[in-house]
């Protein structure tokens, strides 16, 4: 009877810590949301802001545009990356697609760009095949270059 005693006051006692609400754990991953805001109209407008404590803000409006019930979104995001940086992205979706833009983001080369000298050569050596299969002079498809 002793040990059953004991046995359900240490039972209790843990209870007591497996209860235990999230905020109050030093190793909870849950963050806290200090805003949201959410604005839904009946006509299909929308907006909304967010913000958490470990410094995510997320802001979005949008609207219906046409018959066929399309929905152009403008809208930003920012946070701090793994490594420290702040990211901070911009954005638009409209009819021309989903248009980011942000300081982070890779930027293609401008166009035209240099086109490297082993393709120049390859269009070349098709330009010739096709010119020496259209005079009769070679019958194969296109293969690897060879010495004639």
């Known amino acids: 009877m002793k040990f059953f005693v004991f046995v359900l006051l240490v039972a209790v ?3 007591d810590r497996l209860y235990e609400p999230p905020a109050a754990r030093a190793d909870s991953d ?22 958490t404590a470990n410094g995510i803000k997320v802001s979005e ?27 901070h992205l911009q954005y638009v979706a409209d009819e021309n697609g989903f248009q980011p833009q942000g300081a982070h983001l890779p930027v293609a080369p401008e166009f035209p760009h240099p086109i490297p ?3 120049l050569d390859q269009i070349a050596f098709a330009a010739e095949e096709d010119a020496r299969q259209a005079r009769g002079e070679v019958s194969r498809s296109y293969g690897a270059p060879h010495d004639d």
């Open 13 to 15: 006692a843990c209870a």
């Open 117 to 119: 000298q082993f393709v």
């Open 30 to 51: 849950e963050i806290a949301i200090l805003r949201d805001e959410r604005v839904i109209e009946d006509d299909g407008r929308y907006n909304f802001d967010m913000e």
């Open 61 to 87: 409006s949008g609207s219906p545009v046409g018959d066929e019930g399309a929905i152009n979104s403008a809208g930003s995001f920012s946070y701090t990356a793994p490594d420290g940086t702040d990211v």
